[in-house]
Nanobody, 127 residues
Framework: QVQLLESGGGSVQAGGSLRLSCAAS????????LGWFRHSPAKGRNFVAA????????FYSDSVKGRFTISRDNAKNTVYLQMNSLKPEDTAVYYC????????????????????WGQGTQVAVSS
C-alpha cells in the first residue's frame, strides 16, 4: 500500500508559477514510480508527468513539456511538480499517482495504469 498526500495548490495569474508536492508513505513508497494527473470538467482526466523511482527517467504530456518539471527526493519520499508559465487551461485538480512498480513505460502512464491516488489539490490560473 502507498498513501499519497498532495500540497501546494492555489490560485495564480497566467504566467505565474506554483510548485506541487506529494508525500508518499507506505512500505514501497521509496521504490515506486510516481506521477501527476489533472482533472477538469471540460477535459476530464489527463496525464501530466511521471518519474521513475531513480529519478533519471521522466515523461511529460505535450501540453506541459517545457513548462513543468517533475522531480523527486527519495530521502523524503516526495515528488514535486514545478509549474512555470502557467496558463488558464492548466486550471484543474491535480492528483498525485503511484504505481506498484519502480519503472513504468510512458504508454502505461498515458493509459492511466495507476494503483494509488492522492486526494487532489486545486490549481486555478486566471487570465
Amino acid at each position: 500500500q502507498v498513501q499519497l498526500l498532495e500540497s501546494g495548490g492555489g490560485s495564480v495569474q497566467a504566467g505565474g508559477s506554483l510548485r506541487l508536492s506529494c508525500a508518499a508513505s507506505g512500505r514501497t513508497a521509496s521504490s515506486t514510480a510516481l506521477g501527476w494527473f489533472r482533472h477538469s470538467p471540460a477535459k476530464g482526466r489527463n496525464f501530466v508527468a511521471a518519474i521513475n523511482w531513480g529519478g533519471a527517467v521522466t515523461f511529460y504530456s505535450d501540453s506541459v513539456k517545457g513548462r513543468f518539471t517533475i522531480s523527486r527526493d527519495n530521502a523524503k519520499n516526495t515528488v514535486y511538480l514545478q509549474m512555470n508559465s502557467l496558463k488558464p487551461e492548466d486550471t484543474a485538480v491535480y492528483y498525485c499517482a503511484a504505481t506498484g512498480r519502480g519503472a513504468v513505460v510512458e504508454g502505461a502512464w498515458l493509459a492511466g495504469v495507476v494503483d494509488y491516488w492522492g486526494q487532489g489539490t486545486q490549481v486555478a490560473v486566471s487570465s
